[in-house]
């Protein structure tokens, strides 16, 4: 076992043996209020409804739950959207093939800056406290503009790994109001239960991560909310259960039972009147280890922006189950394809396209689930700048951005997502 994996806490069952029935499966998660449904499936009754046993494994990075998942230590994982579009493209340092069929929900994401970040912000361009997400990129811009003339260290910002929707979403952020995340900012890698001490010690000038860390820093003071996931893209699948596709053709009757778990998981979890049962359970030092209050306003979509009182309400910040939240979806895993072309980790070709949309399975839940909430989950992607997503022609969506790398491969280099890079 390396050092990396004896950080790791098990929590639950045994660990799986030769000989072991399927139908025990051990999980592999990050502490974050997105893996509730998981959580609540263990710990609420679901999966032993179903006659499963999950094992829930908390782990310390994404790249560490990606190499667990590929060396058969998991065999399911909370993964980050993007994580099985990149393992079928077969991009990162320790690709292996990776099926999506469940989304665990959408929203929770939320980009935090400093404050004496923010308040630079304000006091160049006169941004008020409720200004919006596109504003705010805009006003970073012009502060970063500033900066330059002064020959001033650009900010350096995190985001929890180079294949996560965090990182996607901060790039279309920061771009959305002209700036270039591979040449203004300088983006690293922060497992997001780091985060806000990272902010509070100078490390880090801002981050994009899943909550409750977002609250956490700006209750501490330290930071400031300045967009949420809904602000870029409303609808978009946040995280997954990953697995092997060998895996999953090996144990149909398990993934099926597995399904169904999850379903009635994610159905609990979306009900207000769990909320409170679900933010004590979750605050525990076995899953998240946070303040419970805080996680109980994250759920509820209440949270506060920054320490001087200033809050925000966003209706279903968290769903868990509703609008099609679970189904996934082929078309959001070529808008994440094309992001990955955008930034330069690859390059189009249709049969990477047909890999990329391969890795979202709608077929694996609807085997369980039928097509129910298929017409919910298709709608049109919209964001924040007003774009929408062309799925048939991604070339030419790419190419109309005017922020993207220009040469492939180039914010590969930049973001230097090789195994030390990742954790």
């Given at each position: ?5 004896d950080?790791?806490?098990?929590i639950?069952s ?8 399927r ?15 998981l959580?609540?499936?263990a710990?609420?009754?679901f ?9 829930l494994v908390?782990?310390?990075s994404?790249?560490n739950?990606?190499d ?15 994580m099985?579009v990149?393992a079928?493209?077969g991009?990162?340092?320790?690709p ?7 989304s665990?929900g ?8 400093s404050?004496r970040l ?15 997400a596109?504003d ?11 900066m330059?003339?002064r020959?001033?260290t650009?900010p ?6 180079p294949f996560s929707?965090?990182?996607y ?10 700036i270039?995340?591979d ?7 922060v ?12 490390a ?7 909550a409750p860390?977002?609250m956490?820093?700006?209750e501490?003071g330290?930071?400031r ?8 893209w ?12 060998q895996w999953a ?5 398990t993934v ?7 379903d009635?998981?994610?159905?609990w979890?979306?009900q207000p009147?769990n ?7 979750l605050?525990t030092?076995r899953?998240i280890?946070?303040p ?9 979509g209440?949270f506060?922006v920054?320490?001087?009182g ?12 509703a609008?099609?939240?679970n ?8 808008w994440?394809?094309s992001?990955?072309?955008?930034w330069?980790?690859?390059?189009y ?6 890999a990329a ?7 694996l839940?609807e085997?369980?689930?039928g097509p129910?909430g298929a017409?919910e989950?298709e709608g049109?992607a919209?964001?924040?700048d007003?774009r929408?997503?062309?799925s ?9 951005f005017?922020?993207r790398?220009?040469?492939p ?6 973001l230097?997502?090789?195994?030390d890079?990742?954790?």
């Open positions: 076992m390396t050092e990396r994996e950080k790791t806490e098990r639950g045994p660990a799986l043996g030769r000989g072991v029935d139908r025990h499966l051990r999980a592999g998660f990050i502490p974050l209020v997105d893996a509730s449904v959580i609540a499936a710990e609420m009754g999966a032993g409804a179903e006659g499963l046993t999950l094992d908390r782990d310390v994404w790249a739950v990606r667990r998942l590929a060396f058969r230590q998991f065999d399911i994982a909370h993964m980050l959207s993007p099985p990149a079928m493209l991009l990162g340092s320790n292996s093939p990776t099926i999506a069929p469940f665990l959408r929203g929770g994401n939320a980009i935090t800056l404050l923010y308040e630079r912000m304000q006091a160049l361009t006169g941004l008020e406290d409720g200004a919006g596109l705010c990129a805009r006003a970073l811009n012009a502060l970063l503009i500033e330059r003339k020959d001033e650009p350096t910002l995190g985001m929890t790994y929707s965090h990182n979403e901060f790039r279309y952020w920061l771009a959305a109001g002209g270039d995340p040449r203004d900012v300088r983006l690293v890698v497992p997001p239960p780091l985060t806000p001490d990272a902010l509070a010690s100078g880090i000038d801002g981050f994009c991560v899943g860390w977002n956490i820093a700006s501490r330290i930071g909310i300045v967009a949420t996931k809904q602000d870029i409303p609808d978009a699948p946040e995280k997954v259960v990953g697995m092997r596709p053709e090996s144990n149909r009757e099926q039972a597995l399904l169904l778990a999850l009635a998981a994610a159905r979890c979306d009147e909320r409170k049962t679900l933010a004590a359970l605050a030092d899953y280890d946070a419970e209050d805080i996680i109980l306003r994250v759920l509820s209440e506060a920054d320490a001087k200033n809050t925000r309400v966003i209706e279903n910040y968290f769903t868990f189950h609008r099609g939240a189904r996934p979806v082929p078309r959001q895993a070529l994440i394809y992001q990955m072309i955008r330069g980790q690859t390059t070709s249709a049969a990477a396209a047909e949309a391969h890795a979202f399975r709608p077929d839940y085997a369980a689930l129910a017409d989950s049109e919209t964001f924040m007003g929408t997503f062309d048939a022609d991604i070339a030419a969506y790419v190419e109309a005017n922020v790398a220009i040469l491969k180039a914010a590969a280099s930049a230097q997502s090789s195994k890079f990742e954790q």
